[in-house]
DNA sequence: TCCGATTGAGTACTTGCCGTATCTTAACGG
DNA sequence: CCGTTAAGATACGGCAAGTACTCAATCGGA
């Protein structure tokens, strides 16, 4: 109407997602609709609709389209401030969503879908298991046997059910995290053989 | 209509969470809607909304209806078998709600209700840290130092994480949750102290 | 046994969003 | 410069949410 240019291709769907994201801060998961992001951007419905099919993969496209997804790895000097800072680094990527749209996310998305959220962090997930157990094997903190996938996964895995389903971890429940479970843990698997 | 009685209290409801629970099963979570529940159950969505302030505490509600309270232990000669019964004891008590639902429940209720939920499972992590437990010290198959709640409650965590974001783990995926992840870590803990 | 309070049942209405169809026209590509 | 693509605008049918209003059946107490 007012704008005589008619936006187009990556410009266009760059401003549309900009308008999910400020739909998503001013009304919530449950409030972001198809008329309210098209009267955002000031574009109509069609558009969306031919370019996303549900409101769960706009609002993950949403998302990702800001991450960085380039992970600074924490080295700290030690397994246990790497591991935290691990959980410190998840936290800042995910108070952006908000727990809330996380969980909407979730309900709504199909299996595929939901991999595609998952995938945002298991990045964090390979980085634990590559160069931070890594480390601490060369310090002699962690004993020769290789740790399997899933214990590499657990602190991400203890964060996401906190996150999901109580509350967003703080700093005392991070530490926690790590303190009573996760070394634990993985100073016993990497020491001994599995039963 | 048809029958001269007009149902109240206690009979109404029990009626109209049946209601609920076939409408679940016919439609799934997201088809559950106020307008059907009314139909099926013969009465009227003021009925509803008077006992029942959303879908989720109304689904909530009819699936807690039906669910057996009484956990009897599983009590198999040692601590892997326990662990690996109360796991599958776990999925018997879900496979009824389904994951979908579950997801459904999570995203939709507030925090309150998101406790009430948990509270459904919880009555198994008792039964873990107090039963299993409190027998696999006496057996001697673990050490005599006491294991933190947090740690208690892995195998229902990472049961639960499966259930919600991946899919609902098979035997297979209970044995590997419980070997690789809460032996190691249960052993380690009761035999060291915290650092 | 009757009366008043409660509560279930029936209906109707507004509102909001979904998902799609249709049409026009601007932008782009050769 | 023309043909193709895709954005913009509008409108529609449908469904479910949530509420308001009415009426009648049941229950409890006096």
């Not at 706009?58 to 700290?76: F, Y």
């Not at 509350?167 to 599995?194: F, G, K, T, Y």
Request: aromatic share 4%.
């Amino acid at each position: 109407m007012d704008p005589v240019t008619r936006r187009r291709g990556d410009a266009l769907r760059s401003e549309i997602l900009g308008a999910v994201r400020d739909e998503l801060r001013d009304h919530g998961y449950a409030g972001v609709t198809y008329d309210g992001v098209a009267r955002r951007a000031q574009t109509s419905k069609p558009v969306l609709y031919r370019r996303w099919r549900s409101r769960a993969h706009l609002v993950l496209d949403a998302l990702s389209d800001q991450l960085d997804l380039v992970i600074p790895p924490p080295d700290t000097g030690g397994l246990r401030g790497d591991l935290i800072g691990l959980l410190h680094l998840m936290r800042s990527r995910f108070e952006v969503a908000g727990a809330q749209t996380l969980r909407g996310i979730v309900a709504d998305a199909d299996s595929d879908l939901r991999s595609a959220l998952l995938e945002l962090t298991d990045a964090l997930v390979d980085e634990i298991s590559r160069s931070v157990l890594q480390r601490a094997r060369e310090r002699g903190e962690l004993g020769p046997v290789p740790i399997p996938p899933l214990v590499s996964s657990v602190p991400v895995i203890l964060f996401r059910h906190d996150l999901l389903l109580t509350e967003e971890p703080n700093d005392e429940r991070i530490e926690e995290i790590v303190d009573s479970v996760c070394l634990p843990l993985m100073h016993a698997v990497s020491r001994r053989p599995l039963a």
